[in-house]
Structure formats: C-alpha cells, structure tokens
C-alpha cells in the first residue's frame, strides 16, 4: 500500500482513502486511521485519510483528537469520512449492540465535525492540536444512503459520501436533498473504473458478497449493474464517469481499483494509467 501510494502520488492522484471492516473482510483494513499515516509518510505532496471509519465503534472525541493530531504532523493533508456501519460483525468484535449504531453515529457526528473545525468545547477544547483546527480545519464527509443521512450531515456541516452501487438517479435525489438542507460540503461519487479489459468475474463475485449482508433498503437502489466503468480508452471512461457527475449531482470521486483476486501488479499498473491517461481528462471536464 506505501508503494502504491508512491506509484498514485507520481501519476497525480489527489488523495487516497482507507477503508474499514475488522476481522479479515476483503480488501479493507481494520485500522484505517494508522494506515492513512502509513501512507502519508510515504508520500510527499497526496493527502490521505480514513474513509470510511466506522465511527460508532469509537469515542468522537478519541477520533477527534487522533485525526488532529495527524493533520498537525501532516499540515493540509489529512482528511476524514465517517460511516455508520453495515455489517454486524463489525460490532460484534468490539462487544458494541449492533442495532445501537444510528443513534451513536447521530450524536457523534456534530460534536467530531465541530470539533474538527476548532469549535470543540469542555475538556476536548484544550488538546492543542484540536484547538489548532480553528485555523485548518480538517475535511469531514459522512457516507450517506438516505434522505436523513444527507440532511444530517448538512447540519453537521460536512460533506456526503454516497454508495458505490447506488445509481445516478440515486445519487441526484440525495444531492438535491442534501443542498436543499443547506449542504455546502463535497458531494462524493464512489465507482470503480477500469482502463482496458477488466477483472469482470472477480468483480461479480465480490458484488455478490456485498449483496449477501447489505440491507434490503439500500440494495433498492443499487440498480441492476455493478457500477462499474471500464473501456479500452481513458476518454470512454472519462466519459462515463463525466455523465455520472452530471446525473448524479456529484462533484467529486472516490475511484476504486481494488478488487479481491487481481493480483497487485495489475493494481499498479491501473493506478498509474488511472492517473496519467483519466484524471487530466476529468479535471478539464469537471
């Protein structure tokens, strides 16, 4: 993952998001936050940022302070997203009521944003490194699949980050919500894009896994496909991706090229095409 990094940053990635689930679940990591460090000091220039952390399993005030003190070592270049949690293991490893992550993530997200953004208060309010927030806040987005999810993170103050396998329709009812509630933050489209032949079977088969244990509710809006955007030439995916912004209300991607069974030279070689041939083409576009 540190060489990757390196590899993303040459080719001229943005940022890089870790993302995560516990007990051995594929292609995630169970420590996010101690990962987007790993990744940072690799780097020179990328931010990086867990994204996202199932913040219920946690003290915000905890997250808080670890995710500032990071953003202190690494000035301008840390970032965060926040998840509820959808598979119950997750809470199950940690001793936590499975069915008690709604309300714990809706009363920690307010005070982590605030926080997060130098307005914390009582005893949170005089770690140094969180006081220092009021004068670089740290980017805060919340994963969303629902109407009061995205009018929740509006009031939080913080972006939206929605489904992977939601469709742009989806996607467009949620964004023209969340700025309807007075959304002002980043509006995260998460797909995964392939340049040239892709890992189709692998792909399926780890589509099939996430519709094993997601929720009936969200899979109503998943569509049909997997969401995935893959063609011969850049300027075809390029495309794609161009038209799900625009369908979708989107104004940013988390573009994921990980996939359980594709060897990791095959990843290289996409984070470098990626990057090269597909992000100057999106820049221009968006």
């Known amino acids: 993952m540190r060489a990757q990094a390196r590899t993303a940053e040459c080719a001229g990635w943005d940022g890089l998001m870790t993302s995560e689930h516990h007990g051995g679940f594929p292609d995630y990591v169970p420590n996010p936050l101690q990962l987007a460090g790993w990744l940072l000091e690799a780097t020179e220039r990328i931010w990086a940022g867990p994204c996202p952390l199932l913040l219920p399993l946690y003290a915000d005030s ?82 969303a699949q629902g109407p009061k999810a995205v009018a929740r993170a509006a009031a939080a103050q913080v972006g939206v980050l929605f489904d992977s396998m939601q469709t742009p329709t989806r996607m467009r009812e949620l964004s023209d919500a969340y700025v309807d509630a007075g959304g002002k933050g980043a509006r995260i489209a998460i797909r995964r894009v392939w340049i040239g032949a892709p890992p189709s079977a692998e792909v399926a088969e780890q589509m099939d896994f996430y519709r094993s244990y997601a929720p009936s509710g969200a899979q109503d809006h998943w569509g049909d496909g997997q969401q995935m955007i893959a063609a011969e030439r850049a300027d075809d995916v390029a495309e794609g991706l161009i038209r799900v912004a625009w369908d979708g209300g989107c104004d940013a991607f988390n573009l994921r090229l990980h996939v359980k069974g594709v060897e990791a030279a095959r990843v290289d070689d996409q984070i470098a095409r990626v990057g090269e041939e597909l992000l100057p083409l999106l820049r221009r576009a968006l």
């Open 62 to 143: 905890h997250v808080a302070e670890q995710v500032a003190w990071l953003a202190a070592r690494f000035p301008e270049r840390v970032g965060l997203g926040v998840a509820v949690g959808g598979l119950a293991q997750d809470f199950e490893m940690a001793g936590l009521d499975y069915a008690e992550r709604g309300g714990r993530f809706a009363e920690a997200l307010p005070r982590l944003a605030a926080a997060l953004r130098g307005e914390a208060e009582g005893p949170l309010s005089q770690d140094p490194a969180v006081a220092a927030t009021r004068a670089a806040p740290v980017p805060v987005v919340s994963a």
